[in-house]
């Protein structure tokens, strides 16, 4: 499958076009992709004479998930609390050595399950300290094991949320400081908002994407409650997506479908919360551009698996499996403002692909919580292969 199509995010029929090639190979070098192909064709070029082959017959071969929202460091706090506060300082507590090596587990899983690139949103509130921990372990973590693209996330405790005199003071920090520093350092690309309190705060709002533009940042929007006014400020704002959506109408999807914003739809929030799911067949059948990511959470939403994603999405949203995984792949890197390179096997794009235990896509969306990944290749190099069950032997080290 190599999801090879239009520069665009993939809608309505389209997200079904997954440019299957039956008997076909892919040839990497330095790291990205020089050719993909049939594979008599692929075998006869002078490079592919001096490649080391990977035979992947009777496999589906497709591009590295894409996951386009995740709070990959949103710590658990004390007592199985999740606020704003207690995260910030367990953030403090824990430092960024500590952070480090628990992200790079969370990452290692996730390539284990096929994801390559991924988005971590920050979400500490206005604690510049937590913040810039977060941000500064994200930025040695890139490309280690996979891509990591970071997103500062406002997220305002309740108390926050409050007079005007507090965001004043917010504000000020946020213009004469955080957001442009941010920018120079090239730390982020995004500023995303957590809308909670529907039309209350709308001034509070405005005032801080005009900031986020001020600063040069792309615009990303949480829709986690009624979807009116996130629907309004990404029009309004031009974001490049609006996620969650759980409560979004056929009015919500009409505007999206005549719109350039991706909506990102999360089922497994949906799942762990039991709550409603978005309506992906709205959106898709408005010609809205659609995008899948896990929410991943450690707390609220502990799955970091894309491949239950799609089975959600199938089951639960009546999405297809193509399009669940053109969503989950080439749209879900629109949505990162990253498809240029990656999301499709084309050539000039990252050697990120994947090997799977199945023979047809389709079987993606019958097995739930399973792992299918045979082979994850990140930019050409294999990061991580199928092993066998078997004892270890005594020369071997064991845990202590």
Known sequence: MTLRGPAEPRRGRAL????????????????????????????????????ME???AGRVVMPGFVDSHTHLL??????????????????RTMGTTRLAAKARLHLEAMARHGTTTLEVKTGCGPDPVAETAILRVLAGLKQKP?????????RLPESEIGPDAHWDAIEKWMSAEFLPRLRRRKLVNFGDLC??????????WRRYLDLVEQAGLGVKLHADGPADMAIELAIRYGAISVDHLEHATAEHAAALGRSEIVATLLPCHSFHQDGPYAPARAFIDQGAAVALA??????????????TVIKLACCRMGMTAAEAISAATINGAHALGRADRVGSLEPGKAGDVLVLNISDYRE?????????????????????????????QAHEPRLS
């Open 16 to 51: 079904d076009e997954l440019a299957v090639i039956a008997d076909g190979s892919v040839l990497i070098h330095d790291g990205l992709l020089c050719e993909v192909g049939p594979t008599r064709r692929v075998e006869n070029l002078a490079l592919a004479r001096k490649a």
């Open 54 to 56: 990977v035979n992947a």
């Open 74 to 91: 949103f710590p658990l706090a004390r007592g199985g609390e999740a606020g704003v506060p207690e995260s910030a300082q367990s953030i």
């Open 146 to 154: 996979v891509d990591v693209a970071p997103t500062f996330l406002l």
């Open 195 to 204: 809308l909670r309190d529907g039309t209350a705060r709308l001034s509070t």
């Open 294 to 307: 896990t929410n991943y959470n450690p707390l609220l939403t502990p799955t970091l698996n894309m491949q």
């Open 364 to 392: 993606l969306a019958h097995y739930f919580g399973a792992n299918l990944v045979h082979t994850t290749v990140k930019r050409g190099e294999v990061i991580w292969q199928e092993g066998k069950v078997e004892p270890r």
